[in-house]
């Protein structure tokens, strides 16, 4: 079985600054790891994800994560916020065998101009 | 990229009537589909998991009588809630996979429904 722990439900950051948004999983198995993207009264969009291969993955958005086996952690990083970074945000993991889907409980994203 | 649409955005019934929420996979081919409920500030919670031409596979805790599901194409799956009650009033999205088992991990969402009973 899979889960995620999402530390931090609420980071507020300036405009400009670096966005650092926490995830840690559990896994049996090699883990997929995603990062999803929400809007107010929106469905979710993927920003970035890991299956295989490079472990620092490139998003849209100018979003980055790193997947580090040994810490088990998929952390999110933005180096300049920007006012339309303000969203809630999901992390995901997967055994990549039937797609199923465990998400963390979301990091609310606020950017202070 | 994929683009899933679900219909519709918003609804509104009566207590003990039914909704169909419906998911479409626009410009691809989804063999799975998967349905998600989202409570107010809160992660997405699995319902069930809709396969094209079989019956959904139900999470535990999920009443398959009371949310069915209906899998007839491979670009649409229907989530009917029978009977509604206040407290089915909830965030429901979908999802889909593009291709085969095994072939793509990513799963693209619908923009959700919000589901109202009074």
């Known amino acids: 079985a899979q889960s995620v722990t999402q530390l931090g439900s609420h980071v507020s950051v300036s405009e400009g600054a670096l966005v650092l948004l926490r995830c840690n999983y559990s896994?049996?198995?090699?883990?997929?790891l995603f990062w999803y993207v929400q809007y107010p009264n929106q469905g979710l969009q993927l920003l970035l994800k890991?299956?295989?291969?490079?472990?620092l993955v490139k998003g849209i958005n100018g979003f980055e994560a790193e997947f580090k086996k040994s810490e088990t952690s998929f952390h999110l990083t933005k180096p300049s916020a920007h006012m339309s970074d303000a969203a809630e945000y999901f992390c995901?993991?997967?055994?990549?065998?039937?797609?199923?889907?465990?998400f963390g409980a979301g990091t609310t994203v606020t950017v202070r101009a | 990229g994929a683009v899933v649409s679900q219909h519709p955005s918003r609804v509104i019934c009566k207590s003990g009537t039914s909704v169909k929420i419906e998911c479409r996979s626009l410009d691809f081919q989804a063999t799975t589909m998967f349905w998600y409920r989202q409570f107010p500030k809160q992660s997405l919670m699995l319902m069930a998991t809709?396969?094209?031409?079989?019956?959904?596979?139900?999470e535990q805790g999920v009443e398959k009588d009371k949310f069915l599901i209906n899998h007839a194409s491979l670009t649409l799956s229907t989530l009917t809630v029978t009977s509604a009650h206040p407290e089915d009033s909830s965030f429901y999205i979908c999802?889909?996979?593009?291709?085969?088992?095994?072939?793509?991990?990513?799963?693209?969402f619908g923009p959700g429904t919000r589901l109202l009973v009074l």
């Open positions: 890991y299956t295989t291969g490079a472990t």
């Open positions: 995901a993991v997967s055994d990549g065998s039937d797609y199923k889907l465990s």
């Open positions: 809709s396969n094209e031409g079989s019956k959904a596979t139900y």
């Open positions: 896994s049996s198995v090699p883990p997929y």
């Open positions: 999802s889909a996979v593009e291709g085969p088992l095994g072939y793509q991990e990513t799963q693209y």
